[in-house]
């Protein structure tokens, strides 16, 4: 391990049910790895589990993001700051990027920032020429729109995947094992651009050919009272579980036998990752940044969004024939393992502060 020599503020949104913020706590963790200390600032870290946030350093700066507070709030931190200021900034989502904006100029800092998902409909992005000095863009798929989108060079965006914990080397139970009822499952904030009733008409379509199955929702959002509601309608509710969870999904992707992912549009898909890296069979819409993980047959597969016909009929298959099922679930291990692991993430986030700070003169 070397001597940490840089000093990076990780400027993150209220820690939430997401891979964005997980996203967050893996370069806490590691960075120290690749010579860099680094700290964390947000309006909300209650739903980081005490034992996760004592040993990193993580800063709660409440009503950082109301307006009127939040210029009480970034006075504090600009003095919190005056004795040990940031080598670097990084934001860690769009929405706090005029805050991180704000504190690179007061610091006289350069600014990098990770986007993981698509601009909405009407949003703008205001990345300033002069000290945002790079975009960390989680998939081709992301790029490719922030070009479209944005005024931002392509020389400014660098593409890093997401990373995960791998468990390549570690004795897993199989999956659709015989001696216990089938799992299949999602997990993530639940919200419409996650495609979840679709999820839910596929349970439907799968119960009606084998009822000997189970099936398990995991995560919270805006969407959880309408989704709990239509499964109800469906009269599936009593085969589907919700488990409200808090941002480790690890139990929740244990219990399951395959993942599905049946979002809308998708910038990566890191909790998809994480189900790959303990063995389990994906199914995953072919969107966004989905095609840089999945080829369809080998490592997962691969159905058309919105719609419920085509997932169930991929759940079936895999219920049939679980030998193929672990198969795909063992090739997507090793697909994480090589291409997807976390210290690959950590090692290319460090060697572009390396790079920015390195061809950084602010006070040009």
Same mark, same amino acid.
């Given at each position: ?5 840089? !000093? ?11 891979? #964005? ?8 963790? !590691? ?57 670097? =900034? ?20 350069? @600014?990098?920032? /990770?986007?993981? *998902? ?27 729109? &922030?070009?479209?989108?944005?005024? +931002? ?21 199989? +999956? ?43 995560? /919270?959002?805006?969407?959880?009272? !309408? ?6 309608? &469906? ?5 589907? /579980?919700? +488990? ?7 139990? #929740?992707?244990?219990?399951? *036998? ?8 998708? $910038? ?14 994906? =199914?995953? #819409? ?5 095609? #840089? ?6 490592? $997962? ?9 085509? @997932?169930?009929?991929? =759940? =079936? ?10 198969a795909i679930g063992e090739a997507g291990r090793q697909l +994480? ?19 920015? &700070?390195?061809?950084?003169? &602010?006070?040009?």
């Amino acid at each position: 391990m070397s001597d940490p020599q840089l !000093n990076v503020l990780l400027l993150a949104d209220r820690f939430e049910v997401r891979g #964005s913020s997980t996203y967050t706590l893996r370069l806490a963790r !590691n960075l120290g790895e690749y010579g860099v200390r680094a700290s964390v600032v947000s309006p909300d870290v209650q739903l980081v589990e005490t034992d996760q946030r004592d040993p990193l350093s993580i800063a709660e700066y409440t009503h950082f993001c109301i307006p009127l507070w939040g210029r009480v709030v970034m006075r504090t931190l600009l003095n919190d700051l005056k004795d040990d200021p940031p080598d670097l =900034i990084h934001v860690q989502s769009r929405s706090m990027l005029s805050y991180g904006t704000r504190l690179a100029r007061r610091l006289g800092r350069p @600014l990098v920032m /990770t986007v993981h *998902d698509y601009l909405g409909p009407h949003e703008r992005m205001r990345f300033h020429a002069r000290y945002g000095q790079r975009i960390i863009a989680v998939s081709e798929s992301v790029k490719s729109e &922030l070009l479209n989108r944005t005024r +931002v060079s392509e020389g400014l965006i660098t593409v890093i995947h997401g990373g995960v914990e791998s468990a390549c080397d570690q004795q897993l139970p199989p +999956v659709l094992d015989p001696g216990h009822v089938p799992v299949i499952g999602t997990a993530g904030p639940l919200e419409a651009a996650k495609g979840l009733p679709y999820f839910l008409g596929a349970v439907k379509r799968v119960l009606s050919v084998d009822a000997n199955v189970e099936f398990l929702i995991s995560g /919270t959002g805006p969407d959880e009272g !309408n989704l709990r509601r239509l499964a109800q309608q &469906l009269a599936i509710d009593e085969k589907v /579980t919700f +488990v409200p969870n808090l941002l480790d999904f690890s139990k #929740s992707l244990a219990a399951m *036998d395959v993942f599905c992912l049946p979002s809308l549009q998708q $910038g990566f898909g890191t909790i998809m990752l994480e189900a790959m890296a303990l063995a389990k069979p994906v =199914i995953a #819409s072919g969107v966004g940044g989905v095609d #840089s993980v999945i080829r369809d047959n080998e490592t $997962g597969l691969v159905v058309p969004p919105s719609e419920s016909g085509p @997932l169930a009929d991929r =759940i =079936i298959e895999l219920l049939r024939d679980p030998v193929r099922a672990r198969a795909i679930g063992e090739a997507g291990r090793q697909l +994480v393992h090589d291409e997807f692991g976390v210290e690959k993430m950590v090692r290319q986030t460090a060697d572009v502060y390396h790079d920015v &700070l390195a061809g950084t003169d &602010l006070a040009a």
